[in-house]
């Protein structure tokens, strides 16, 4: 171990002594919003922390989900890029390479100044360092100091600075301890992230959370801590193993085991099917899209009539968000969850770096479709796949569970963690499919354009029939249809929802609202 992580350890032990005795733990609930970026600077169309570089070339319009927080003492406010494929917080410094070159991002999405802090901690100058799939990359400093979402405050939280940057937006990663970037070097050099100083500092029971991404066409979702809201779901959560790096036999990521993947007409009629599959895929935050093995994507594409431009990379018409078909995905073997989306959820707008909107051969708008070869890089459902899903990570017991969500839910029925099972889930079958992920490092991917608005070139005709009947929601839950313009970009705000114990109250905090629960 270098002189430097073992100090990094040694800080963070020390920085982790806390007292616990008054701290009773408590489950909570963060809202977060939905941006959509123009700005080619951030791409995250394709972004998992990795040890090994690849070029993504891959470029749309980016969806990000934030969460906004606060650090140092005053507190300096941030939102942050919530990630299930990473494990590190960092932020870029005031004088961050990509913030001098452009202020304007930073002074978005915000940027630390170490100096106006009276609770910062330099821990390893220079320590800090990671990388993604898509070539962008962070170095910098690795320090502590209080991080705060609404009324929830860690204090002494190991975080990067960065000091250069590819990209200006944190990313709060929430994954493994395993998966941190000290862990390049070497394996057993980790530090209490996020999701284990919630529990150590005693607001949780667990080191699990519940992730509802909710509609595309909705501004926001929530992320809840130590709990499940089982208003948010539809039928039965099933849970399944989390699989394991096939190099370390370890758990660095949110992999599972895809058995299935079924493409149906609105009439129930299949158009495509593969079963019997074993194909591990990441569940990540992080990703704008969904990557599956190129077999499988390109006959997908092929099926919908997706045009694959040189700018706009695999186009449909956004009149393809009315049609009713779905596509069923099954994890774990036959007993295991099966999540069902519906088309309109893979159809997404694209949005040029002008603002404007391209257009089919035929004139009508085109859209990106939400399925891509994954190629040399690992199998990812993103965004295009999470939203339909409820799914709760459950990182103490290394499980995952998974139901169909439920759209636009307003009502909360929240439970909390027990010590060893994910509240109302129901596990899977003993000898549910089992794969390994050979894939080493953290993806991260949003969506880019490469051009200002224009016609897609080329010609396409869907060989799936895609018509028919909907005689039901996808995964039950609500679904709308989409147009080029359905979605907005406006500025980041905070939405804290904190669930605690007993009444209901409503409060405000420095960036935005919180609703208060009580359970």
């Known amino acids: ?15 982790s002594l806390v007292d616990l005795a008054a701290a009773e733990p408590k489950v909570l609930g963060f809202a977060f919003t939905k941006e959509v970026r123009r700005d080619a600077s951030t ?22 989900y934030l969460i906004n927080a606060t650090i140092g003492t005053p507190p300096q406010s941030f939102g942050l890029q919530l990630d299930t494929g990473s494990s590190d917080i960092w932020v870029p410094a005031v004088n961050a390479d990509v913030c001098l070159a452009s202020s304007q991002e930073c002074q978005l999405f915000g940027s630390f100044n170490p100096n106006q802090s009276s609770t910062f901690i330099d821990l390893v100058p220079q320590g800090f360092q990671i990388s993604y799939v898509d070539n962008s990359g962070v170095t910098g400093d690795y320090i502590g100091d209080t991080l705060a ?3 929830t405050s860690l204090t002494n939280l190991t975080m990067g600075l960065a000091t250069s940057a590819s990209r200006a937006l944190g990313i709060m990663g929430i994954g493994f301890v395993a998966g941190e970037s000290s862990t390049n070097d070497d394996p057993t050099n980790t530090y209490p992230n996020v999701i284990s100083e919630l529990k150590q500092q005693g607001y949780i029971n667990t080191m699990a959370y519940s992730l509802w991404l909710n509609d595309l066409d909705s501004n926001d979702g929530s992320i809840l801590f130590g709990g499940v809201d089982t208003a948010k779901y539809h039928g039965s959560l099933i849970s399944i193993p989390i699989q394991p790096d096939a190099e370390s036999g370890s758990l660095t ?10 493409v149906a007409d609105g009439s129930g009629n299949s158009q495509y099917s593969q079963t019997n599959l074993a194909v591990p895929v990441i569940l990540d935050s992080g990703t704008s899209l969904t990557f599956l093995p190129d077999t499988y994507a390109n006959a997908i594409l092929t099926g919908v009539g997706a045009i694959n431009d040189p700018n706009y990379g695999y186009t449909v018409p956004c009149s393809l968000s009315s049609s009713p078909a779905t596509f069923t995905f099954g994890f774990g073997g036959a007993s295991g969850p099966s999540i069902v989306v519906g088309i309109n959820e893979f159809v997404v707008p694209i949005i040029t770096t002008d603002g404007s909107s391209p257009s089919m051969p035929d004139g009508s708008p085109a859209c990106n479709f939400g399925i891509l070869p994954s190629g040399a890089d690992p199998n990812l459902f993103g965004d295009t796949f999470l939203r339909s899903a409820y799914v ?8 995952i569970a998974l139901a169909n969500t439920n759209f636009n839910a307003t009502a909360a029925s929240v439970v909390d963690f027990s010590a060893t099972t994910i509240p109302g889930a129901t596990a899977a079958p003993s000898g549910a499919v089992a794969v390994t992920q050979t894939f080493s490092g953290h993806p991260l991917a949003t969506q880019t354009v490469k051009g200002t608005g224009g016609a897609v070139t080329g010609q396409a005709s ?19 249809s989409k147009g080029a313009g359905a979605i907005t970009f406006g500025s980041p705000r905070v939405d804290v929802a904190m669930l605690v114990a007993a009444a209901v109250g409503l409060a405000s905090f420095g960036l935005g609202g919180a609703l208060i629960w009580a359970m």
Request: charged share 15%.
């Open 392 to 399: 709760v990570y459950d990182l103490e017991n290394t499980q």
């Open 1 to 15: 171990m270098s002189r430097s992580l073992t100090l990094l350890t040694a800080a963070t032990a020390a920085l």
């Open 253 to 262: 990521s949110f992999t599972v085991a895809l058995s299935s993947v079924v």
């Open 149 to 151: 979402i609404g009324k």
């Open 462 to 480: 869907a060989t799936f029939n895609l018509g028919g009947t909907r005689t039901g929601s996808a995964g039950a839950g609500a679904t709308t």
């Open 43 to 64: 791409n995250t169309n394709r972004m998992h922390r990795r040890q090994k570089s690849v070029t993504a070339d891959i470029q749309n319009a980016d969806l990000l």
